[in-house]
């Protein structure tokens, strides 16, 4: 019903259009009998402490996606891994972009980035691939 549908978060309904739509994964469907054409290959949530990342991580999960790999400030960590994310890592850190490809052992071709900022740009292009796909959440 309507009544029903208003009360779904606009951030679930962010995360769920950009990583369904904008990034091209494959929906998830219930009950999930087959992994998803992707569901090995790495995805970096970056802010993943963000609302919409928190999303983000939980329907990736959901969806079968096993390799999701979240940024997120030290105390978000825990709560990302109960979420589903395979790798947390530290965004303040020098050397978070190598983290992330040690993680994950080749550039990326999924990227959302939750903070679209200057520098999470800089940080993204050092960890994604030529032909990889990433999708920015911009504030309105």
């Known amino acids: ?9 606009d951030n679930f309904i962010t995360a769920f259009y950009t990583l369904f739509d ?7 469907t219930f009950p999930i009998s087959v ?3 992707h569901a090995e290959t790495p995805i970096l949530v970056y802010g993943a402490g963000a609302t919409s990342g928190q999303y983000a991580v939980q329907l ?3 969806a079968g996606y096993k390799r999701d790999i979240a940024t997120a400030s030290h105390r978000h960590h ?3 891994k109960s979420l589903g994310a395979a790798h947390v890592i530290d965004y ?3 050397d978070m972009p190598e983290k992330i490809l040690l993680a994950v052992g080749k550039n990326l071709r999924f990227v959302l980035d ?8 800089k940080s993204i292009s050092s ?12 504030p309105v």
Request: glycine share 4%; hydrophobic share 50%.
């Open 60 to 62: 990736l999960a959901l």
């Open 78 to 80: 825990s709560h990302l």
């Open 35 to 37: 992994p998803p054409p």
């Open 127 to 138: 960890v994604v691939s030529s032909d990889g796909a990433v999708a920015l959440l911009l």
């Open 114 to 121: 939750c903070i679209s900022a200057e520098s999470t740009l």
């Open 92 to 94: 303040s850190v020098d």
């Open 22 to 28: 904008c990034l091209g994964l494959a929906p998830p």
């Open 1 to 9: 019903s309507l009544e029903a549908a208003a009360t779904i978060p």
